[in-house]
């Protein structure tokens, strides 16, 4: 069975700064990955995705992200953060006409 | 761009009563799937169609039934609700086989009294 990990529930980080959110996933094939951002009580948005090629992904927001398939591993990463930042980050593995599995999340608050 | 709809965006029932939730794709979207997302929980993935028919299930209770109607539109039921159904609901949908990526709708809060 699929599964996602988010090792990390929050994260603050101060506004400028640099941002890492963990993913770790458990998939029988080759997983097509996802990040997707939720503002509170919002829908969710793609930031990105991984399905084949080049394993370091750009997204949308300055967002990017490195599949890293010996750890099992798609961590999000952004140079520098805005305060508009804040919100919960879903990583989610899957696809086609499957659903989607998503991790428990990770709430990102910035610091002014 | 055109985005997914959902409607209603807020509905308030009692307990053991029964709700519809629908769902319009992006244009040209012929896949559409179901969350369930409860508070401060993740998305958990309920049901999907593609081209009409079911194509995958996952954790959609039986007093819960979907379909897709030949617009690609997709309706929710859901019978005899209870307390522990409050939730935002929502639907996503994507371009069957050809894409992986999946759009969101705002979704509709549900709550049940």
């Known amino acids: 069975a699929q599964s996602v990990t988010q090792p990390d529930i929050h994260i603050t980080v101060s506004e400028g700064a640099s941002l890492e959110l963990r993913c770790n996933y458990s998939?029988?094939?080759?997983?097509?990955l996802f990040w997707y951002v939720q503002s509170p009580g919002q829908g969710l948005q793609l930031l990105l995705k991984?399905?084949?090629?080049?394993?370091l992904v750009q997204g949308i927001k300055g967002f990017e992200a490195e599949f890293k398939r010996s750890q099992s591993s798609f961590n999000l990463r952004k140079p520098s953060v805005h305060w508009s930042d804040a919100a919960e980050y879903f990583c989610?593995?899957?696809?086609?006409?499957?659903?989607?599995?998503f991790g428990k999340g990770t709430h990102l608050i910035i610091q002014p | 761009a055109a985005g997914v709809i959902q409607s209603p965006r807020h509905l308030i029932k009692e307990k053991r009563e029964t709700a519809t939730l629908k769902c319009y794709p992006i244009?040209?979207?012929?896949?559409v799937y179901w969350y369930q997302q409860g508070p401060g929980q993740d998305p958990q993935f309920l049901i999907s169609?593609?081209?009409?028919?079911?194509?995958d299930k996952g954790s959609i209770p039986d007093r819960f039934s979907a379909q897709q109607f030949s617009d690609y539109h997709s309706e929710l039921n859901m019978s005899s609700l209870e307390l522990g159904d409050s939730a935002l609901y929502f639907c996503?949908?994507?371009?069957?086989?050809?894409?992986?990526?999946?759009?969101f709708g705002p979704g509709t809060r549900l709550t049940v009294t």
């Open positions: 996503a949908s994507s371009v069957g086989d050809r894409t992986y990526e999946q759009y």
């Open positions: 989610a593995v899957g696809g086609g006409a499957d659903g989607l599995t």
């Open positions: 244009p040209r979207h012929d896949t």
């Open positions: 991984y399905f084949s090629g080049d394993t």
């Open positions: 169609f593609y081209e009409k028919m079911q194509s």
């Open positions: 998939y029988g094939a080759t997983p097509y």
